[in-house]
């Protein structure tokens, strides 16, 4: 869909901001501890290094940081947050949600504040919603904070999965424009819950699939089927980036950047082939942060704007793949 407009206003993103752990555990750490090496990662996925948080920071002080640094980077008079999301698949509790400390620790209360759960698209469905709900009327500022732990929920001796994922939050406040210019022009968001199987966290035998001809994993930790997520992963990013491109009467040299989740640098490399766009234009950090499921895109989007390399007037797309299964994508005129 393509979000309408009520009024003369635009949309903007205000500020950025991220936090990630101080610990880097790269592949020859891991090397030490698994039957792996860091050629064997590094060739498979393009990750070298990911951030591992320690027992004294966890997913409400990664995301009130970056919600932070992302209030301050708005200018001289941080705006007063109507509402703050938060997108993770690791909260801190079910109850309360991971938002609403969030919010309180940025001095946010009483906002509204709530947590959805769409893995590695989770950030891209949050600031989506942001866009409506301030399009629509009731909103001027909304948080968006994509932040995860993931150390919390692999299995730290299947090297199929441990090598993968990182730990890090990155967050944007979604404004209200003068400027009818800035808006998102499209937005997606997808789910297809019957292929549950490729990625799943089960937390007993009830969770496992039917199919399943035994179980040797851990439970409350990470399954996935990398050959199947992988083909999935592939089509689906591709055909996303198209429809959103389509939707706008767009060609890919159109777009000032292209912000995807970090999944695997195989399949971003694939796309951006594809895509027929430079190296420059097609942003991919998985080198040093790993997988961080619905941090990636804020951690993606903070480091561009942070350095410069996007700013007023670009068309930038952002693109998320995950468990679900999910996928959404977010066209904006910044």
């Known amino acids: 869909m393509s979000p309408g407009s009520n009024s003369a206003s635009g949309l903007r993103i205000a ?17 030490q501890s698994i039957d792996t090496s860091d050629e064997w990662i590094t ?45 993770t698949l690791t909260p801190e509790m079910c109850c309360p949600s991971t938002a609403a400390r969030i919010a309180a620790e940025v001095g946010a209360a009483p906002a509204g504040a709530m947590d959805i759960s769409a893995a590695c698209s989770g950030f891209v469905y949050g600031i989506n919603l942001a866009a409506c709900l301030i399009d629509s009327g009731p909103y001027r500022h909304v948080g968006v904070v994509g932040v995860e732990m ?10 199929r999965t441990c090598v993968l994922f990182g730990d890090g939050a990155g967050a944007a406040v979604i404004s209200r424009s003068d400027d009818p210019e800035q808006a998102c022009l499209h937005q997606s968001m997808a789910s297809d819950g ?3 199987e490729m990625l799943y966290c089960p937390r007993s035998e009830d969770d496992l699939p039917p199919s399943l001809n035994g179980f040797t994993g851990q439970y409350n930790t990470l399954q996935m089927n990398g050959r199947e997520v992988y083909k999935f992963a592939v089509t689906t990013l591709e055909r996303t980036i198209d429809e959103a491109l389509e939707s706008c009467g767009l060609k890919p040299a159109d777009l000032a950047m292209v912000i995807p989740h970090q999944s695997n640098l195989r399949i971003l490399e694939s796309a951006r082939d594809r895509l027929g766009l430079p190296d420059d234009r097609f942003y991919i950090n998985i080198d040093r942060y790993g997988n961080t499921s619905a941090a990636s895109v804020p951690i993606c989007l903070h480091e561009l704007a942070d350095a410069g390399r996007v700013g007023k007037g670009d068309l930038v797309l952002f693109v998320g793949i995950g468990g679900g299964l999910t996928w959404a994508s977010s066209l904006w005129r910044l």
């Open 194 to 196: 019957g292929k549950w």
């Open 15 to 31: 500020g950025t901001g991220f936090s990630v752990p101080q610990r880097v555990v790269d592949n020859a750490e891991l090397a």
């Open 43 to 87: 060739q498979r996925t393009g990750i070298r290094q990911r951030r591992i948080a320690g027992g004294d920071v966890g997913v409400r002080e990664l995301g009130s940081a970056a919600l932070r640094m992302a209030l301050d980077n708005c200018g001289d008079a941080p705006p007063a947050l109507d509402l703050v999301i938060c997108a």
């Open 150 to 159: 993931l150390s919390q929920i692999v299995d730290w001796n299947d090297r």
